[in-house]
């Protein structure tokens, strides 16, 4: 496979219903979803659990790349084999996670701001040089009361922006994330709002900055309502709103999009994800990066039992799968039932 450019690598990764699986926690996120099934938080264990999930036949075809914690993207298997060979084998690119946290926006204040820049040049070559052909950066944005403000969505657009420029000089491609946080109890409309003034501060700044935007991928959150939100919304409507949103501010060049599950269960992120694709009417592939939905079930699974790989591993393989056809509009339900 040869991927010449930033633009051929963004579109191989979102080509025939590929997708992204997000592996890129942090060493104390990895620890938190340990201590679901009761595995200690330490590297062997973190280096045991990621190669099992690189491993599952479902990679081929389904994924076109994985985003990695800088500790993964230097890890070498069980038996020596660099981590970043398996997935290549199975066709899928190895990237990297870049940021380095959020630090409140202002003295006091709730909304935070993504922190990383600095030596940021520097740390780009060296991932080139490991081999990693992606990038990633996550941008915070919660709703409340007079929240997102003005400065955390323009603050966080601004470093997406410097950040997706210095990733792209250096032949890599940015994945620029502005997560809407589902925490708390705002409207599908609120997080409309939300979404749609990210989007638009983002795409501004891409563009000030010169951001070749056929070479970047952009992951947002579905527009849903919040987490503790009374109101649910159906399928359909968080399909529209996210179309719409996404059809209102993201530019015709943006190859793909590729969602974060952000909370929602494996089957309603899959659910969502096909939804829109039925509807289409644009031009991006639209697919997925999850984490969570993809790999809570193959988690839980696996347990930290190696005798438990092959059932972890057809887990994943079968979400993979699922995902690729929800990234094309062709998955139906009765698949999961007959899993
Ligand atoms: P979730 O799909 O679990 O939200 O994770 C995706 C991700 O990479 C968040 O930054």
Same mark, same amino acid.
């Given at each position: 496979?040869? $991927?010449?450019?930033?633009?051929?690598?963004?579109? +191989?990764?979102?080509?025939?219903?590929?997708?992204?699986?997000?592996?890129?926690?942090?060493?104390?996120?990895?620890?938190?979803?340990?201590?679901?099934?009761?595995?200690?938080?330490?590297?062997?264990?973190?280096?045991? +659990?990621?190669?099992?999930?690189?491993?599952?036949?479902?990679?081929?075809?389904?994924?076109? %790349?994985?985003?990695?914690?800088?500790?993964?993207?230097?890890? &070498?298997? #069980?038996?020596?084999?660099?981590?970043?060979?398996?997935?290549?084998?199975?066709?899928?690119?190895?990237?990297?996670?870049?940021?380095?946290?959020?630090?409140?926006?202002?003295?006091?204040?709730?909304?935070?701001?993504?922190?990383?820049?600095?030596?940021?040049?520097?740390?780009?070559?060296?991932?080139?040089?490991?081999?990693? #052909?992606?990038?990633?950066?996550?941008?915070?944005?919660?709703?409340?009361?007079?929240?997102?403000?003005?400065?955390? *969505?323009?603050? &966080?657009?601004?470093?997406?922006?410097?950040?997706?420029? $210095?990733?792209? &000089?250096?032949?890599?491609?940015?994945?620029?994330?502005?997560?809407?946080?589902?925490?708390?109890?705002?409207?599908?409309?609120?997080?409309?709002?939300?979404?749609?003034?990210?989007?638009?501060?983002?795409? &501004?700044?891409?563009?000030?900055?010169?951001?070749?935007? #056929?070479?970047?991928?952009?992951?947002?959150?579905?527009?849903?309502?919040?987490?503790?939100?009374?109101?649910?919304?159906?399928?359909?409507?968080?399909?529209?709103?996210?179309?719409?949103?996404?059809?209102?501010?993201?530019?015709?060049?943006?190859?793909?999009?590729?969602?974060?599950? %952000?909370?929602?269960?494996? *089957?309603?992120?899959?659910?969502?994800?096909?939804?829109?694709? #039925? *509807?289409?009417?644009?031009?991006?592939? $639209?697919?997925?990066?999850?984490?969570?939905?993809?790999?809570?079930?193959?988690?839980?699974?696996?347990?930290?039992?190696?005798?438990?790989?092959?059932?972890?591993?057809?887990?994943?393989?079968?979400?993979?799968?699922?995902?690729?056809?929800?990234?094309?509009?062709?998955?139906?339900?009765?698949?999961?039932?007959?899993?």
């Amino acid at each position: 496979m040869e $991927l010449n450019n930033i633009e051929e690598i963004a579109s +191989y990764i979102v080509s025939d219903g590929k997708g992204i699986l997000a592996a890129d926690e942090s060493n104390p996120t990895c620890g938190k979803r340990f201590d679901t099934i009761g595995v200690e938080n330490i590297e062997s264990n973190r280096r045991d +659990y990621r190669e099992m999930l690189f491993r599952a036949s479902g990679l081929k075809d389904n994924i076109g %790349g994985v985003i990695l914690f800088d500790e993964t993207l230097r890890q &070498n298997a #069980k038996d020596g084999t660099p981590l970043i060979d398996i997935m290549n084998a199975a066709g899928a690119l190895p990237g990297i996670k870049v940021d380095k946290g959020l630090i409140p926006i202002s003295d006091g204040s709730d909304e935070v701001i993504t922190q990383g820049l600095d030596g940021l040049n520097d740390r780009l070559k060296e991932y080139v040089a490991i081999g990693a #052909k992606f990038t990633k950066w996550r941008a915070v944005i919660k709703i409340g009361n007079d929240m997102p403000s003005d400065q955390c *969505i323009d603050g &966080n657009a601004d470093a997406l922006a410097e950040y997706a420029k $210095l990733a792209q &000089n250096n032949g890599l491609v940015p994945i620029v994330e502005p997560e809407i946080l589902m925490d708390g109890d705002h409207t599908i409309d609120q997080s409309f709002n939300a979404s749609s003034r990210a989007l638009a501060s983002l795409f &501004n700044s891409l563009k000030a900055k010169g951001v070749n935007l #056929k070479g970047v991928l952009l992951k947002p959150s579905m527009v849903t309502p919040g987490s503790e939100a009374t109101l649910k919304a159906s399928v359909e409507d968080v399909a529209n709103m996210t179309l719409k949103s996404l059809k209102e501010n993201v530019p015709a060049e943006v190859p793909g999009i590729t969602f974060l599950s %952000g909370g929602q269960t494996e *089957i309603e992120a899959t659910q969502h994800l096909d939804a829109m694709n #039925k *509807i289409g009417g644009f031009s991006w592939k $639209l697919s997925f990066s999850f984490g969570r939905a993809l790999q809570a079930g193959a988690l839980k699974a696996w347990s930290g039992d190696s005798g438990n790989a092959f059932i972890a591993q057809d887990i994943l393989s079968h979400r993979a799968k699922m995902n690729n056809l929800a990234a094309q509009g062709d998955w139906i339900i009765d698949l999961e039932e007959e899993f």
